[in-house]
């Protein structure tokens, strides 16, 4: 039986496991179902099948669960670790598997990690303009958080909490309107 209220899904373009990118989204999804209540999905690229992105089985088994989930979710919160300035290829792959119809209107968080601030405007640059074409709606706060923001498998900076926290409140212009339960304390 389905959960009430919105369907987040939570898409992590990283292969790594452990992964700074999908506990950044795993943490963006759990602050919005507090939020908002809900259901979230989560994934990333190494959920979608060892031979995802080779020729040999392009749309495996792995695949089809999770594009579903992307493709009907009320929000969408996409991260990718910065790779020589840009987001990943395997990243990009999932994403050109996509109808440039499917994802207009739909309210998206855009996030990106990396070992340093020097890849910090990826959001702006590479991320925002993607999305731009699908004609989503990505939120006004991008969150880029570098590995020092970072404690073992937990965001520990203040300052990148708090911008999380204000990007996932921006989802609630874009979802039926309904009382959002208060911020959690960031600590």
Request: no cysteine.
């Amino acid at each position: 039986m389905p959960v009430p209220g919105p369907r987040f899904v939570a898409f992590a373009g990283s292969w790594s496991r452990p992964s700074k990118t999908r506990l950044l989204v795993a943490e963006a999804a759990d602050r919005a179902v507090a939020r908002f209540g809900g259901s979230a999905h989560v994934f990333d690229i190494g959920d979608l099948g060892a031979d995802f992105g080779t020729l040999r089985q392009p749309h495996g088994s792995g695949l089809r669960p999770h594009l579903d989930a992307f493709l009907q979710a009320d929000a969408l919160i996409v991260a990718s670790p910065v790779h020589k300035g840009s987001y990943t290829g395997l990243f990009k792959h999932f994403i050109d598997l996509l109808d440039p119809a499917a994802l207009a209107g739909k309210p998206v968080l855009l996030a990106a990690t990396g070992g340093g601030d020097r890849h910090a405007l990826v959001i702006e640059h590479q991320l925002r303009p993607v999305f731009g074409f699908f004609e989503a709606h990505t939120l006004a706060t991008g969150l880029y958080v570098s590995s020092s923001d970072f404690d073992g498998e937990a965001l520990a900076s203040g300052s990148a909490s708090q911008r999380l926290d204000r990007a996932v409140a921006q989802f609630a212009a874009h979802l039926p309107s309904r009382q959002a339960a208060p911020l959690r304390a960031a600590g």
